[in-house]
């Protein structure tokens, strides 16, 4: 009898799933936390996004490892780390069943050896399923930074706000930041994702539509009212329908 092909990879489920939403868990009622996630699933979201903030890197804090391992979910489990020194760390958040871990280039003096430690540890959920190592630069980080990282990433996070402060406004210099990285990815040779993070809401999507983006993450646009699977799915037709690139 053949044997069945193995599952894919974390990083082959985003890629196939390109260009994806994933959805930042902590807009969502935390007191019902099971039920929304369950209506994620149901509403075809592949990734759930986990905000972790320290009140050091940045002035808020959020959850930790205690609240990733909780949420029981078939998603993807996309965590971006908004701390300090994360490196020894690291190991907290995967036994937790993070498949994506996202650091900060600005949260570390070894940011680099932070992405190497991760390129040997084994997904809690999957050992065959991998971590996607990802790096995330805030709007002020000049895009060269990427360039010593190329192989040990998978992939590349723009913020288009500054984290930590809530209210802000998606950054318009975002668009041509991401049509930089993603031609430096492109001369890297390396098959590298790029995602935006911040300021995204049903109004303004579509301005990704085009660019090439292959993750988004959102959050209060999804968990406004008691439709989150009707506001993800209209997310993801702004996404992949017309571009509004040009302003059209």
Request: with cysteine; aromatic share 2%.
């Amino acid at each position: 009898m053949a044997s069945e092909p193995a599952p894919p990879s974390a990083v082959a489920r985003l890629r196939a799933a390109s260009p994806a939403l994933s959805v930042g868990v902590l807009a969502a009622d935390l007191l019902n936390l099971g039920r929304d996630v369950a209506r994620l699933e149901q509403a075809g979201v592949p990734l759930l996004h986990i905000d972790v903030m320290d009140g050091c890197f940045t002035p808020m804090m959020t959850v930790g490892p205690p609240v990733i391992r909780a949420i029981r979910t078939p998603l993807l489990k996309d965590v971006h780390l908004m701390i300090r020194e994360p490196l020894d760390r690291l190991g907290d958040y995967v036994a937790a069943g993070a498949d994506i871990i996202t650091v900060h280039v600005e949260s570390s003096v070894h940011v680099h050896r932070a992405l190497q430690q991760l390129g040997t540890m084994k997904n809690a959920n999957d050992a065959g399923r991998g971590i996607v190592r990802g790096v995330a630069l805030n709007p002020g980080t000049p895009l060269e930074a990427i360039v010593p990282l190329v192989d040990e990433i998978d992939l590349v996070v723009l913020l288009a706000i500054n984290p930590g402060w809530s209210g802000q406004a998606f950054l318009p210099s975002t668009l041509s930041r991401l049509a930089r990285v993603r031609q430096m990815v492109a001369d890297s040779g390396r098959p590298i994702l790029v995602g935006v993070d911040g300021g995204i809401t049903r109004a303004n999507i579509g301005q990704l539509k085009g660019t090439g983006v292959d993750l988004v993450v959102t959050g209060s646009a999804i968990f406004d009212g008691n439709t989150p699977a009707a506001n993800a799915a209209s997310m993801r037709a702004s996404l992949t329908g017309p571009s509004m690139v040009d302003g059209r």
